[in-house]
């Protein structure tokens, strides 16, 4: 059981959000107040638990940001009207990002204005670096945690466009980069960023507490590995994305 100073919370393992896939619209997001994973479930499931929450974040120290989500859907998966249905769409809680939330530096960076952090504009930098990966499938830019973290290290004794003070990104830093609503490849791209549509999935500085794993982010669909397993063996490969600031 984990007690936050609100009552208590029983540590099962999903609890339901007022946030449809709308990808996949029969689907609802959840979270895991044990590992802190954020997956989907269908509407249906009787698996997941509820905790309620009021008030809003806009002025906090730490303000949670909006999905954007503006529409509502049953259980079926149908559009609705939003009204009385108390679903994030009709409520569209938390803070919303700038009309162009991301800026080209012109130098190989872009930058976020929702949160201030600059990214690598090339998704994958490694696949373009050959003869340093020989992890997995050489020179793709996939490679195993120990050697993300090092490749890392490499672009700041370089300084990377400019920089030397690059760092792999913690896991909610590259989940900020999504948005539950839309399909987050495309609108990566669009923003400018170079991404390799095969590789949606990148490793985040974050260890799985005392073991050998660690935490992946599935860029696509805005959930820590694609909502199954939230944390790979660090024996695994996925690419770097830099991040500053």
Not at 43 to 62: E, L, M, Q
Not at 184 to 202: E, H, K, P, T, V
Not at 233 to 240: A, G, R
Request: with cysteine; proline share 5%; aromatic share 10%.
């Amino acid at each position: 059981m984990v007690n936050y100073g609100l009552g208590a919370i029983y540590t099962l393992r999903e609890y339901w959000t007022s946030t449809t896939d709308v990808l996949l619209p029969k689907l609802s997001w959840t979270v895991s107040i044990v590992l802190g994973n954020v997956s989907i479930l269908d509407k249906t499931s009787v698996i997941a638990h509820v905790v309620p929450v009021r008030g809003d974040s806009s002025t906090a120290i730490a303000a949670v940001a909006s999905t954007l989500q503006t529409g509502c859907f049953d259980t079926d998966g149908t559009s609705i009207p939003c009204a009385g249905t108390g679903q994030d769409g009709e409520l569209q809680k938390g803070v919303k990002p700038p009309a162009t939330r991301f800026t080209d530096n012109s130098d190989g960076t872009m930058t976020d204005g929702l949160t201030g952090r600059m990214w690598s504009k090339d998704a994958n930098h490694m696949k373009s670096d050959p003869g340093w990966d020989k992890d997995g499938a050489w020179d793709d830019g996939a490679v195993s945690w120990l050697h993300a973290m090092d490749y890392i290290t490499k672009l700041n004794s370089e300084s990377y466009l400019g920089y030397s003070d690059w760092r792999l990104p913690n896991i909610l830093e590259l989940q900020s980069l999504t948005q539950n609503n839309i399909d987050n490849m495309d609108a990566l791209i669009a923003a400018g960023f170079n991404l390799d549509i095969q590789r949606g999935q990148y490793w985040t500085s974050n260890p799985y507490s005392q073991s050998y794993s660690a935490w992946v982010v599935q860029v696509f669909h805005g959930i820590q590995n694609g909502g199954q397993t939230p944390v790979w063996p660090k024996v695994e490969v996925f690419p770097v994305w830099p991040v500053r600031n």
